[in-house]
Antibody
């Protein structure tokens, strides 16, 4: 059974930093591109970032480019999101999501975690 | 960036009704269009991929159609468990973008 379990969400002040983690199981982690998608309270879905199966390629939404860094450790079946210079508008539930494509990317998601809540507030 | 616009934003319907939700892309995305269902407090669930392909395990009352810029999600006969929010998402190229969502409520 595929499982994605996010952690690391807390309350942080504007300008602060945070690292989110996503522990993956039930599939061959290093075969798949992984994504972070966020959802502000009561709002829609916003894609944040992706990282290729081998970690060589990354993409970011303009809203987080230069502030967030996605990474992965395939030896630990783990995905990360380093979030710096946090803003109040970064407040959201952050989901990790598995790309449906193997050894590539198809840019859509067949499995999602339950999310971890990041609140940026003074 | 490719903008995705869904309509309507909300919809009231009854069990047994046929419902259609529309999604429009700001430029052609061929068939790179996917639909998700999200229930309160839950993660989104993939329903339809590549505009018209039904994800494994999804009931056949869900169907998708369209190509280019205009797409539809149809639920042929609403069931109580279908009341949720639906999102379209383009997978043509990053940045990946979603529609704003359609909230389907019980009439």
């Amino acid at each position: 059974e595929v499982q994605l379990v996010e952690s690391g969400g807390v309350v942080v002040q504007p300008g602060g930093s945070l690292r989110l983690s996503c522990a993956a199981s039930g599939f061959t982690f290093d075969d798949y591109t992984m994504h972070w998608v966020r959802q502000a309270p009561g709002k829609g879905l916003e894609w944040v970032s992706l990282i290729s199966w081998d970690g060589d390629s990354t993409y970011y939404a303009d809203s987080v480019k230069g502030r967030f860094t996605i990474s992965r450790d395939n030896s630990k079946n783990s995905l990360y999101l380093q979030m710096n210079s946090l803003r109040t508008e970064d407040t959201a539930l952050y989901y990790c999501a598995k790309d449906i494509g193997s050894s590539g990317w198809l840019y859509y998601f067949d499995y999602w975690g339950q999310g971890t809540l990041v609140t940026v507030s003074s | 960036d490719i903008q995705m616009t869904q309509s309507p934003s909300s919809l009231s319907a009854s069990v047994g009704d046929r419902v259609t939700i529309t999604c429009r892309a700001s430029q052609s995305i061929s068939s790179y269009l996917n639909w998700y269902q999200q229930k309160p407090g839950k993660a989104p669930k993939l329903l339809i991929y590549a505009a018209s392909s039904l994800q494994s395990g999804v009931p056949s009352r869900f169907s998708g159609s369209g190509s280019g810029t205009d797409f539809t999600l149809t639920i042929s006969s609403l069931q109580p468990e279908d009341f949720a929010t639906y999102f379209c998402q383009q997978s043509d190229s990053p940045p990946i973008t979603f529609g704003q969502g359609t909230r389907l409520e019980i009439k």
